[in-house]
């Protein structure tokens, strides 16, 4: 058993049962995303991850995502949806390079 995993399904039930009984409670009609990532390793590694979930929900690999530099595949149950992605290196590189200009650029309006 997976406590943390335990812990959020039994969270997603409880929610759903507390919106369920609460109808007057207000909810987004945005989709709801529950995202998950493969530990960061080879990007070889990270992809036979994803290729692994991707047989165990039956869904394809996202070709539409590659481009930016992420691996993922994707199942909706409605509005909600639930992705797995790697995050692959030259992207995860990328976005490391445009971060470290984070605090070098000061405007006036701040």
Known sequence: ???????LIAGLIALAGFLKANP?????V?????RAFPANGPDHQM??????VAALL??????D???HGHY????DFGPVRYEFTAILA???ARHAAIDSYRDCIKTDDL
């Open 47 to 52: 992809c036979a991850e994803v290729d692994k």
């Open 65 to 67: 995502h590659l481009p």
């Open 90 to 92: 030259a992207a995860r």
């Open 30 to 34: 945005a989709p709801v995303i529950i």
């Open 72 to 75: 993922m595949t994707a199942i």
């Open 24 to 28: 007057e409670i207000p909810v987004s």
């Open 1 to 7: 058993m997976n406590n943390e995993r335990d812990a």
């Open 58 to 63: 039956g869904t394809e690999i996202d070709l």
